[in-house]
Structures are given as structure tokens and as C-alpha cells.
């Protein structure tokens, strides 16, 4: 326990402190994410809420969340289907090229959702089908047995390949609700008494995203080094914190996806594919680790006192810093529903508060799994799946 | 004694630690440009390469939609029809020659920026102590014109955005980021033709195709900037600049409708007080936020 001595020790204490606060052991896979701009209700809301659950987490404890075109699970995932092999069915045999090619574009457009019965009611008003509606309903009932087959079709109507959206399941409807039942939670750190060796940590210490004092500022500048080495106390409540645990929507297979991650190198990987255990997985993969849980603050009140300080000069620039968010949430709403507030002490100590509006949530961190753990419970399913039909391999 | 561009580099770093860009990812536009009125004319900067060095300039010899079909085009699919590459083609073919779009035009851009956050920095450059070489011959200063002797006095740069705006837009339809994606992370083999002249190389190697993208821009409106300096100029001086003012002033050599440029100078001592105002319904790029394609890809 000790003070802090700069801005990354000051962020270390508080990744510790935020996570012992919420019920974590260090070793737990927690990642603080700032800054948290609150999730408004509004036509978006799921999108807005999902977002961070489709995102690839990077390797640190903290994520600023600017969300890239670049690394995305839905895009990725429907990329790992693509390198998988079904077994052997007879349902293209059965319905004829000319039938599976119009039942593919039909699954794409979004004109038939998967499954056989939906097959055969599609298929009975579709000339290149109906004459094969109920056997080709059939032979896809069977094939669908296979979890890769089974995957690859229900994945096919979503984007890219598709036109439907990433979802998961519950939205933001079933959030706010859980939300409103969630336990409160409260910590304090006093100055002085900091715990800031995050060695023992996920990722070792490893972290990316440093913000300063303020949202956007450089943690080296010198009001946020005079901030972090000058004794800083924290008082942290929150009314409601809601660990939010939502699952893909139909578009994902556990069972396929743990078949190919529990089977590197060999079926159901399809060895032309350029997409392979390797590139998906491996170090330099673009799925190495899941956000599976997001924790969501409700009514959120954290009161920061800095023992440093600061000059008339030092309090006007950081009031007019302010509206960015200040250090630790950086919540910059923008009337949108939190706020933050600086007053200074007439001897010049600062006193930043950060409250957040009740029933307008507020994202602060998320669970980070590695695949192995994501996808270690499929490790039993996948060797009775591979028994079953991949024998031969 | 600071020279014009250690003054200029000191300002530029010091603005891009306030706003919390990464210096190596971040050019500078100069002069700070209007934002562009039109969608077309917005996704048309996002579609240019940009060249390397500090300050922005899209040649545009070679567009990013250009740069990323060429790729894609190249390409071996795969037969599965979730196969990226695949899906990837389909879409350019689907896309055709239109021009391509991002998900976010003018008017998000602006919605967006009404809606940001105010930014402000203090800036201070003081005058470090002439060390007495001379310059070209012998007795002469070093120091020749307003612009040098400007930057060798203190300058002091009070700067405030009422809203500033890091606009972010993913590009549209036409773009499937898993197939570029695994272009990028398998350097030889599939997806690469073997026959095709388009390789990793020169995709994404030096000078490659689609080395590096445009990720951001950042937008500000409702300028403030008030500089001081103290230097003393003389009246002809004073009237160089006074002419020069036409052109926009240091920093970020504004212009244009919106935008009120006043360089005052004081009667005995001849120091110069620069004030910059644009209104808040004036939108002007400070700077480009140019990733390498692996930051692009999220890798």
C-alpha cells in the first residue's frame, strides 16, 4: 500500500480498487473500459449496447472504446465458418444445384430464415423448389444434425455474407430491468493507501489505453502528473452494478466454433482454407479473446480529492477541461445523462465529482476471455462431435 | 533560439496531447480547411491515400476504394459461401462503379459535433537566450523576416474549441474488413494468387497500395485562439504582416467566410496580439488520423 507516483500508477490503483470493489480477485479477466459514454435509450439502443459485446478486446486492462471497422466477432466468426467442413449430407443431392443455389440467395436475402420447416414452407411457393419441398425439408433435418452444417446455415443471413445485423440476446429492454434489480456497490481508497502492483493481473500489467487527467489529455502532462503524485483519495458508489451476461443470437454455434478451436490443425478445419487455427487463435489470431460479460453502472457517484495544490491558473484549465470527463470514468455525456463537476478548497485542493443519472446506464468495464476458457467448456462436446463425424480424421 | 518550425512543432505536439492523438498518427492540415459540404465530396477525402509527413496531402493518384477492389479482385475465393473473400467480391460486384460511401455523412459529422465536448490549452513557447553566431556573413543576424523573429521571441498561445470532434466513419458495403483482414495476416499462400502480380508486398509493404489509411478527422468549430509574442516589430514590419493577414495567420493560417483573423500591434513596444474567432457554425479540419494498416485492422 503506498501512494501513487504517476498517472500509470494512479490508473493501476484504481483498476484494483474498481475490481475489488466489484466483487473481482485480481486474477480475475477484468478490463475497465473509459472513457463510458452513457447508453441512451432511442431507436439504437440494442445496436448502441451490443456494439461492445461484438468488439474484439484488446490485450490490456483497460479499453478505450472507439469502435474500428477493423475487428469484429460476427465478421470474424462467419469467417471461421467458411473454413470448415461439413460432413458429408445428401440435402444438396436431394433438392439439385438449381434448388440449393435459389435456397443459398433466399437464406442471404433474408427471404427464408434457416431451419427445415422453414425450408418447406418456403420452398412449396418456390418454382425451383417445390417439387423437392418436403423431401429436400427432410434431408436438411438430418443434415442440420451436424453442428458445422447446421452453423454455416444459420450464420449465411447475417452480414457480411448476408443483410442481417449482429444481435445477442437479451437487448437493452432486459438490461435496464436487470439493472434496476442489481446489488449497489461502494468502495474508498484513501491516500496513501493504493495498491498499484498489477503483476499479478490477466495481462500481466499490460495496458493500452491511458488517458490523463482529463478524457483525451496525456497522461505525462504536468497537471496530470501533480494530480497522480500528490496524494488522491476516492470515494466510489454505485446504486446498481449489473455483471450483464448476453449471448449471440441464432447467428452463432457454440458447438461448431468449439470443434474448431478444440481441433487445430485437422477436421473440421477444411486444409485449403487460408483461414486456419493459426491466424484465428494463435498470437498474431484475430479471435484470441471475448468480451462475455459487460458490467453496467447505474446512478453512479465517485468523488475523487487530490491533496496537491493547484495555482489559479492550474483550476481554470482544468475547469475548462472538465467537460471532457475527468480521470477516473472520463463520462463525457454531454447533458446526455452524467455529469462532472470540479470545486477546488480555498487552499487550492481539488474535488472532482462524477455522477452518472439514474436509470441511464453507464458502461465501465467488461470480462475478458481468452478462447481457451470462451470455448474450453465445448472441449467434452467436441471430442463426442468429432467421434461422431469426423471418425475417419 | 527557436526557429519558425521548432515553434510550430512545439505547438502542434502540445495541441495533439490536449486533444490525446498519438503524434505519429496525426497530420496536420495546413491551412485548417473547411469541412467538405457535400457526402460525395466528405467520402472522397476518406477514399484518398494519404502521403507520408507531418502535414496532410491526399494526391488521391490512387484511391482507397481503387486500392482495396485491386486487392480483393485479386484474390483466390474460396467456394464456401460465407468464404470472406468471397463474400467480399460479391459485394464489390453487387457495389459496381459507384463511388463508395461510409456509414456517416455531413450531416452525422455535424450532429455530432454540436453535440462534443469544448476543448482548450495553453501554450507557451519563451525565448531561450541567443547564443551570438552570426548568419551568412560576418556582423549579420541570423535572423531575417517577421517569421523567424517571431519564433525566436516568447509566444504565448491561449486556444479554446467550443466543440471538437474525432469523426470516425467505417466504410460502407462495398467493404468486407475480414477479407482484407486476412490478407493482411497470411503474408504468403491463400488467399494471395501466386500468379497475380497484387502480393502482400505491395498491398501492404513499403510504398504498397493500402499501407496506411485514413481513419479520422479531427473537426472543430467555435474558435478561440489568442497569441501573444514579444517581439517587437518594426513599422515596415508591421506592414508585411498586415499584408500577409489574407492568407491566415499562424496558427492554423485560417481564412475564409466565418473566420475573423485580427493582428494588433502596440504603439510604442511593437509587440504583436493575434486573435482567431470562427463562429460555431463554421466547421474546420485540424487533423487527419492516418493508421497504419494493421491499427486499421484492429490488429
Redesign the interface.
Known amino acids: 500500500m503506498s501512494d501513487t507516483k504517476n498517472f500509470v500508477d494512479l490508473q493501476a490503483g484504481f483498476y484494483n480498487a474498481l475490481a475489488q470493489g466489484l466483487g473481482y480477485s485480481p486474477s480475475d479477466p477484468f478490463q475497465v473500459i473509459q472513457p463510458s459514454p452513457p447508453l441512451v435509450s432511442g431507436d439504437d439502443e440494442d445496436e448502441l449496447l451490443w456494439n461492445y459485446l461484438n468488439a474484439i478486446p484488446p490485450f490490456s486492462l483497460t479499453q478505450n472504446t472507439v469502435f474500428s471497422g477493423g475487428n469484429q466477432f460476427l465478421a470474424d466468426y462467419q469467417g471461421v465458418m467458411s473454413a470448415l467442413q461439413a460432413a458429408p449430407n445428401d440435402f444438396q443431392a436431394t433438392v439439385g444445384p438449381v434448388c440449393f443455389a435459389a435456397y443459398q440467395q433466399a437464406l442471404k436475402d433474408g427471404a427464408v430464415k434457416p431451419g427445415p420447416v422453414q425450408f418447406r414452407n418456403w420452398a412449396l411457393v418456390n418454382g425451383a423448389c417445390s417439387s423437392v419441398a418436403v423431401s429436400g425439408a427432410s434431408a436438411l433435418a438430418r443434415a442440420m444434425l451436424d453442428p458445422i452444417f447446421a452453423a454455416q446455415m444459420n450464420v449465411l443471413p447475417y452480414q457480411p455474407a448476408g443483410t442481417d445485423p449482429v444481435d445477442f440476446s437479451p437487448g437493452y429492454k432486459t438490461m435496464l430491468k436487470q439493472l434496476k434489480n442489481a446489488p449497489s456497490r461502494a468502495f474508498q481508497v484513501a491516500a496513501g493507501n493504493w495498491n498499484t502492483n498489477v503483476s499479478s493481473t490477466w495481462t500481466k500489467g499490460s495496458t493500452s489505453g491511458i488517458f490523463g487527467l482529463w478524457g483525451g489529455s496525456s497522461s505525462s502532462s504536468t497537471l496530470s502528473e501533480k494530480f497522480a503524485s500528490s496524494g488522491v483519495g476516492l470515494t466510489a458508489k454505485f446504486a446498481n452494478v449489473l455483471p450483464f451476461n448476453a449471448v449471440p443470437g441464432v447467428w452463432y454455434s457454440s458447438s461448431a466454433f468449439g470443434l474448431a478451436f478444440n481441433n487445430p490443425g485437422k477436421a473440421p478445419w477444411a486444409p485449403s482454407s487460408p483461414i486456419n487455427w493459426a491466424n484465428t487463435f494463435g498470437p498474431n489470431g484475430n479471435m484470441q479473446r471475448f468480451c462475455t460479460s459487460l458490467l453496467i453502472a447505474n446512478s453512479m457517484n465517485i468523488v475523487v480529492t487530490s491533496n496537491a495544490t493547484y495555482s489559479d491558473a492550474d483550476q481554470k484549465e482544468i475547469q475548462s477541461h472538465s467537460s471532457a470527463g475527468l480521470w477516473p470514468f472520463y463520462s463525457s455525456g454531454g447533458g446526455s445523462g452524467s455529469s462532472t463537476s470540479v470545486s477546488f478548497t480555498a487552499s487550492g485542493n481539488m474535488q472532482v465529482t462524477i455522477t452518472s443519472k439514474s436509470g441511464v446506464p453507464v458502461v465501465i468495464g467488461c470480462i475478458v476471455l481468452p478462447a481457451a476458457q470462451y470455448l474450453g467448456h465445448e472441449v467434452k462436446a467436441s471430442e463426442l462431435l468429432t467421434t461422431n463425424f469426423y471418425a475417419a480424421a | 533560439m527557436s526557429t519558425f518550425d521548432d515553434l510550430q512543432q512545439a505547438y502542434v505536439s502540445s495541441e495533439l ?4 492523438l498519438q503524434s505519429a498518427t496525426a497530420r496536420l492540415f495546413q491551412p485548417g480547411v473547411t469541412v467538405p459540404a457535400t457526402d460525395a465530396d466528405l467520402w472522397a477525402l476518406f477514399n484518398t491515400i494519404p502521403t507520408a509527413g507531418g502535414t496532410f496531402y491526399a494526391p488521391s493518384i490512387l484511391a482507397f476504394f481503387t486500392g482495396y477492389s485491386t486487392l480483393i479482385n485479386a484474390l483466390v475465393p ?1 467456394t ?9 467480391q460479391s ?1 464489390l460486384a453487387a457495389w459496381g462503379s459507384k463511388p463508395p460511401t461510409w456509414n456517416q455523412g455531413v450531416e452525422a459529422l455535424s450532429r455530432a459535433l454540436q ?8 501554450f507557451n513557447n519563451p525565448a531561450t537566450p541567443d547564443p551570438g553566431y552570426w548568419g551568412l556573413w560576418g556582423h549579420s543576424s541570423p535572423i531575417t523576416g517577421p517569421s523567424d523573429s517571431y519564433a525566436a521571441g516568447s509566444v504565448s498561445v491561449s486556444t ?1 474549441f467550443k466543440h471538437l470532434l474525432s469523426f ?1 466513419p ?2 460502407g458495403d462495398w ?4 477479407a482484407i ?2 490478407a493482411y ?2 503474408k504468403t ?3 494471395w494468387n501466386p500468379a497475380s502480380p497484387v502480393t502482400w508486398q505491395t498491398t501492404f509493404g513499403e510504398g504498397g497500395m493500402l499501407q496506411q489509411m485514413l ?1 479520422a478527422l479531427v473537426v472543430v468549430s467555435g474558435i478561440d485562439i489568442t497569441a501573444n509574442s514579444s517581439t517587437s516589430f518594426s513599422p515596415p514590419e508591421q506592414a508585411l504582416i498586415a499584408a500577409g493577414l489574407p492568407n491566415g495567420l499562424w496558427p492554423h493560417y485560417l481564412t475564409g467566410s466565418g473566420i475573423n483573423t485580427k493582428a494588433s500591434f502596440n504603439a510604442t513596444s511593437g509587440q504583436m496580439t493575434t486573435t482567431i474567432t470562427s463562429t460555431a457554425s463554421n466547421a474546420r479540419m485540424l487533423f487527419a488520423v492516418v493508421m497504419p494498416a494493421q491499427q ?4
Request: aromatic fraction near 6%; proline fraction near 9%; avoid cysteine.
Open positions: 496531447r490536449a486533444i490525446g474460396g464456401n459461401p460465407l468464404d470472406p473473400v468471397k463474400v467480399a459485394r453535440a462534443a465536448s469544448r476543448l482548450s490549452f495553453n479554446a470516425t467505417t466504410p467493404y468486407v474488413s475480414t483482414s486476412l495476416r497470411n499462400g491463400a488467399p481513419a486499421y485492422l484492429g490488429l
